[in-house]
């Protein structure tokens, strides 16, 4: 399922969208994605060496992309120069998408229905948009907002005061009390007494069997989906930010914060209070102390712990001088 499930499309050829360039291909842009997504009439965007990899095997039919980076696209990749490509790439999804800048509030919310939702059970005040579908069994707390056209598998446990967006959820999944999902993340793009909102077309994926505790705030993603693999469980207040990719069976305790872009494995562990930069690689079998930063990527069965974070026996010897 693509971005159109939650933001409208505009019809829009490449020669409009790029009006100030000498484009070949000409087509109407199906979408714009990300290199390793990307395919026919579609738009992409390199904008860092350490996505090289993806880059080299796009079948991206355009990307806008810099001069220093323009080799390692294939050559049927038609490449696009320019300066600051994020910048250029803002303003190629707000020529493309109605309302991905700011998240407007849901005008079509109303009481749900009880014949449409016949197997669901809703507390008081809660509100459903137009297209939501609820999966049997499903139990949703009073005071929860569920936005157009989100998906919600069966036997759910949604807590009260949660609002939901711009996301698929699978089965059995339980999310306790003030959950906030699918809403835009944080980006911003500084230029000269401004700063240029980037918006956010991608959503929020969730497998089964996963639980959020309280307060929890997972971003939909930027040009990629934020996801959550099978049986991974959050602790309260965790913030997992925009394109984040989370695995299978992790557990995350409390104030854990996962910067956007970043990628975890399957079963990794991590501490209270630990943070995690954007861009990052973290491997299968991790686990990660709390209070911890981690600033670059971990291989698979590591254990780490500090600031920067280091390998747990490091750390350990450290402490003791």
Known sequence: MNSDLFFKKKKIYTSQAFQQYKIK?????KAVKPLYLAGKNEVSFFDSIKYKDQAINTKAEICI??????????????????KHVLLELAKLINKIYFFADIDYPDLSLKKPSKNKYKNVKFGNNVLVGNGVKIGKNTIIGSNTILEKNI?????????????????????NVVFQDNCKIGLKGFGFIPIKNKNIKFPHIGKVIIEDNVELASGCTIDRGSV????????????????????????????IAGQVGIAGSSTLGDHVSI???????????????????GGSGVVKDIEDNQTV?????????DFIKNSKK
């Open 271 to 289: 501490g209270g209070q630990a943070g995690i930069s954007g861009h990052l690689k973290i491997g299968n079998n991790v686990k990660i102390g």
């Open 305 to 313: 712990m500090g600031y920067p974070a280091i390998s747990f026996k």
């Open 65 to 82: 992309t810099t001069d220093k980076l323009k080799n390692y696209l294939p050559q049927n990749t038609e490449i696009i120069i320019v």
């Open 224 to 251: 990629d989906d934020t996801s959550i693999g099978k049986n991974t469980y959050l602790d309260n207040q965790v913030h997992v930010a925009h394109n984040v990719k989370i695995g299978s069976n992790c557990m």
């Open 151 to 171: 998906i919600l598998g069966k036997n759910c446990v949604i807590g009260s005061n949660v609002i939901i967006k711009n996301s698929i959820i699978g089965d």
């Open 25 to 29: 291909k000409n087509f109407i842009i």
